[in-house]
């Protein structure tokens, strides 16, 4: 299980955030767990000075281009780079230094997989240059698909065989436990254990980590073939329970780490 680092941008600044919480239509609704006063640059050479590779910047509404762009040149090609990707974008962006991009509204419309845009965004970064984010909610005992900033709900549950067709066209999958993101209140153990059970490539779940026991499930739940993040829990986002050092070590397999 690999630990993947993340960089969320909001207003050009490194935060974290509630995301069930984010709301076009109400900007203010938004639940902000911590603001950084370092620069997403910072954060990026961190995560650098670790050699921690498939980590991900993700833009969290306009205004974040630059931020963006001083963070991947902080770790040329170490760092993923989601929010607002298209065909006609995808690849100024991966010259400024991002290993991948992530998509996820681009290629869902009237709530479904538009395949035409997949191939295209396949065609012009290649498939092993693009991460599929298949961010989720729950709703009547199924997993949707949530699309613009995790408030809309598209039409597609997720399955083995939904994910088995996008593997197709991509190297990995992000997918945010949405409805926990931010929450620090403990992971989706369902989930996890569902991607480890349908994904046949490389995934990184995020959402409701808030110490070692969750890494821990996230590891038994995942059978190590799930990657992690963590946001609001670690100590470099203010949380209280979950160092960053303690971590990176774990997911790495540092003896004396686990949690009792």
Request: glycine share 10%.
């Amino acid at each position: 299980m690999k630990f993947r680092p993340c960089i969320d941008l909001h207003g050009g600044v490194v935060k974290q955030l509630v995301g069930s919480t984010l709301n076009d239509a109400d900007p203010e609704a938004v639940q902000t767990n911590f603001i950084a006063e370092k620069s997403a640059a910072w954060f990026a050479e961190l995560y650098r000075a670790d050699n921690l590779t498939g980590g991900h910047v993700i833009m969290l509404g306009p205004g974040n281009n630059l931020a963006a762009e001083e963070a991947l040149a902080a770790w040329p090609n170490g760092m993923q780079l989601g929010g607002g990707i298209t065909a006609d974008n995808a690849g100024a962006w991966l010259d400024k230094g991002a290993s991948h991009v992530i998509v996820t509204s681009y290629v869902f419309q009237d709530g479904k997989i538009k395949m035409d845009r997949l191939k295209k965004l396949t065609d012009t970064v290649g498939r092993q240059r693009l991460v599929l984010d298949l961010s989720c909610r729950k709703k009547n005992n199924a997993y949707y698909i949530v699309t613009d900033r995790w408030q809309k709900f598209t039409e597609v549950i997720l399955a083995g065989d939904v994910l088995a067709e996008l593997a197709g066209f991509c190297d990995e999958f992000l997918i945010h436990a949405a409805d926990v993101e931010g929450k620090c209140a403990g992971i989706d153990r369902q989930l996890v254990e569902k991607l480890a059970e349908w994904s046949p490539v490389p995934t990184t779940y995020a959402g409701g980590v808030r110490d070692l026991s969750d890494l821990q499930l996230v590891k038994e739940a995942g059978k190590e073939r799930i990657d992690v993040t963590v946001g609001s829990a670690l100590d470099i986002f203010g949380g209280k329970k979950l160092t960053y050092r303690e971590a990176v070590t774990y997911c790495r397999g540092g003896e004396g780490n686990a949690p009792p």
